[in-house]
């Protein structure tokens, strides 16, 4: 008994000892640079900022945040449940696609969408080949939103897909036994049953999508900033570790808290495991 | 064939190389080469050249060498692969890593944990190095080919008296216009500000080349210590927002190869770049004066193959290692025997190398002081997230749209809550009246 728990821990070690050098560890490292100065004494003036200077710039990005995912949840939720209810060949060959883009560098997909949405580009060709006036849709907020939902679509679609094959569907024959139609099937068997699925796809479109930076500075041309430049900036141009490292632990704060409330939803439910 | 540098529009001067004659390069040459002579006589007294047997001790070991992206002959296409040339002649590893910007090296090497030897900084940045004591001094002995460094390039204030840099490549800074658009030569910055191109013009998206174009209209010095100076061009950059497209790095070659963008700031070498894809692009000097840019290679502090490191550095000026990067990178070099090599492929070219005529008023920049720099970057930040009200309409004064967009933001803020609280609500009660269904 004894040797079998020792093994486990001898399996785990490595993963533990990844951990604690490289999460934990910055984390730490976060810390400290947040709650010091440029001199290493203690400070709150870099924490405060976040609520003072860059508050405004927050906001956007949690509004930005907000409408990428919505958009996600509606798009992907009827894709999955389309999806988990079609024949075997159909769900391998759609969940390949869903991932297909994923093969390729998020960064270059970006830089891609760039020249496809620019005034001159793909779109904007086509639309003036057949007539109609060109749509100026580069380096608004609306570019960046779309960026942000076509990059992280692939991380709403496959947690509420692979939590929706877990559904029994005899379930769902009870429910039209019981008399319900399809849609009242769905409001009451599916609906429930999945929401460990939006909760953990909700999660991991929000948080990337909140904290993004490099999308906003392609798609957004640059001239508003998300609050994941601002901390981009403090690393790369500001030298200004303090500062950028009080933002990121702020924003992670913030983030953290809101996945607490987001998770005390879903425990409710107690069937149904996260997918992280 | 000496016509006005803000004429040369692609279709008459560009499809035929101009060369312009009559620079007084071969007595100049004479004159340098003899001072420099002198010079290095003088720091070869101080310090005698490695012996051969130092040299050959090398063998084996490796130099860790920190470069802007693109910035050497790699070998791609037929052209000389320095490092590895170097490699073959010294028996000295090149292990080789590139950097975007001097901010991002800056902060690397801050950072730790890592150490190079040789790292190419930037005028400013190799002044703000060496004020905190980043830099190794070099030993000019191992550095013979520094006799061939253009004198224009020596001296400079960054590091006045040449102890800790060697001249890599050097460039300006010019205005890039599409012909099809902009059908009047320019000479002026003030068309990036020109409202008849309206979202058609790109910026610098860094603030110091940003700071020094608003600088130049303005006549201020690009290394200002006056706060209100560099407020007043901060003030000029938000006006362009209502005209600008976006802020630009390399994306910019692409906007205007694409004719997406007619009006952009960048360097001289990268336009040629542009030229060979898109042939109605030109480029002007504007007349209110450009900023000059050296990139010189030095060795850091710590380094633990310093005598390695300055043979990498002397190698580099290596007349044809200088030619071939020179040919290959497309920005000015400072090497006097690639700029009088008549067979280099920008020999006497008029954007590289303008006669004395044609070259524009040219400012360095030096390092700013930390409290200057604080105020650049947070003076960038507003103008990065300045809200010059895009519709053009009813943004007429600084005010104003400020106060619209704060506006805005607060009514988007006041939604964003309210959607999240009413989406969380809804899941709750949902959720707690599921439960209660169950449990009967």
């Known amino acids: 008994m004894k040797n079998r728990v020792f093994s486990a821990k001898a399996a785990s070690a490595p993963y533990v000892v990844w951990s604690v050098l490289f999460v934990i560890a910055p984390l730490v490292f976060v810390a400290y640079y947040a709650f010091t100065g440029s001199d290493g004494g203690f400070t709150l003036v870099n924490i405060s900022k976040f609520f003072s200077a ?123 036994d019981l008399g319900c139609s399809k849609l009242q099937s769905i409001i009451k068997v599916v609906l429930p049953q999945s929401v460990p699925g939006i ?78 | 064939m000496k016509q006005s540098f803000a004429g040369t529009a692609p279709d008459n001067a560009r499809s035929e190389p101009v060369y312009v004659s009559g620079r007084p390069s071969v007595t100049r040459f004479l004159l340098s080469a003899g001072v420099l002579l002198l010079l290095t006589a003088v720091c070869s007294c101080s310090a005698a050249a490695a012996t051969d047997e130092e040299i050959e001790a090398l063998r084996g070991t490796t130099l860790y060498v920190y470069n802007w992206g ?32 001097n901010e991002v090296m800056y902060a690397k090497l801050k950072g730790g944990g890592i150490s190079y030897d040789v790292v190419f900084p930037s005028d400013y940045m190799i002044g703000r190095m060496i004020n905190e004591d980043l830099l190794e001094e070099l030993d000019f002995g191992n550095i013979p080919n520094y006799k061939y460094i253009d004198e224009r390039y020596r001296g400079l204030a960054y590091d006045p008296e040449n102890r800790y840099s060697v001249p890599y490549n050097v460039g300006m800074v010019g205005l890039i216009y599409n012909t099809k658009a902009v059908t009047e030569p320019p000479t002026s910055w003030k068309l990036m500000w020109n409202s008849d191109y309206a979202g058609k013009i790109v910026m610098f998206n860094n603030p110091r080349d940003a700071f020094a174009i608003a600088q130049s209209i303005l006549d201020i010095d690009f290394n200002t210590l006056e706060e209100e100076e560099w407020r007043a061009a901060a003030d000029l950059l938000c006006h362009q927002k209502q005209v600008l497209q976006s802020y630009v790095n390399d994306e910019i070659f692409d906007k205007m190869e694409s004719g997406e963008a007619v009006i952009g700031a960048y360097y001289a070498g990268d336009y040629l770049l542009m030229y060979e894809n898109n042939e109605d692009l030109a480029f002007v000097y504007p007349d209110e004066g450009v900023n000059v840019f050296v990139d010189a290679a030095c060795v850091l502090k710590g380094t633990r193959n310093k005598l390695a490191a300055e043979l990498y550095i002397n190698f580099l000026q290596e007349p044809d290692v200088a030619l071939a990067n020179a040919e290959y990178i497309c920005y000015a070099s400072p090497n006097v025997l690639v700029i009088n090599d008549e067979d280099y492929e920008y020999y006497q070219n008029e954007i590289l190398y303008p006669d004395e005529e044609h ?82």
């Open chain 1, 199 to 276: 909760v953990s796809g909700i999660t991991m479109v929000f948080v990337p999508s909140v904290s993004t930076f490099y999308i906003s500075q392609k798609l957004g041309g640059g001239s508003f900033d998300l609050i994941g430049d601002v901390i981009e900036r403090q690393f790369t141009l500001s030298y200004n570790y303090n500062l950028g490292a009080a933002l990121s632990l702020v924003l992670m704060v913030l983030i953290l808290v809101s996945m607490f409330f987001m998770r005390r939803f879903s425990d409710a439910d107690s069937d149904g495991e996260v997918l992280m």
């Open chain 2, 70 to 101: 693109e910035y050497i002959s790699d070998g791609s296409d037929g052209t000389m692969d320095v490092n590895a040339e170097f490699e073959k002649k010294y028996g000295i590893k090149v292990v080789y890593d590139t950097f975007d910007n």
């Open chain 2, 359 to 440: 070259t524009p008023k040219t400012e360095i920049f030096l390092r700013l002081p930390d409290n200057i720099n604080t105020l650049m970057n947070s003076l960038w930040e507003d103008v990065k997230n300045y809200d010059a009200g895009l519709g053009g309409a009813d943004a007429e004064d600084g005010g104003a749209p400020q106060a619209k967009s704060k506006d805005v933001i607060k009514s988007y803020a006041g939604l964003a809550s309210v959607a999240l609280i009413g989406t969380a609500a809804g899941v709750g009660a949902y959720v707690r009246r599921r439960k209660r269904e169950r449990s009967w």
């Open chain 1, 54 to 176: 860059y508050f405004d710039t927050f906001i956007r990005s949690l509004w930005y945040g907000v409408l990428s995912t919505i958009i996600c949840l509606i798009i992907a939720y009827p894709f999955a449940y389309w999806l988990a209810h079609s024949g075997a060949s159909v769900q391998r060959t759609c969940v390949m696609l869903v991932m297909l883009p994923m093969w390729m560098n998020f960064l270059i997909r970006t830089y891609a969408w760039m020249n496809i949405l620019q005034d001159t580009g793909i779109i904007n060709a086509a639309l003036s080949k057949l007539g109609f006036d060109t749509v100026h849709m580069i380096n608004t907020g609306g570019a960046v939103i779309f960026g942000m939902v076509y990059n992280f679509l692939p991380y709403m679609i496959l947690p509420l897909y692979s939590i929706m094959t877990k559904i029994d569907p005899s379930m769902l024959d009870a429910a039209s």
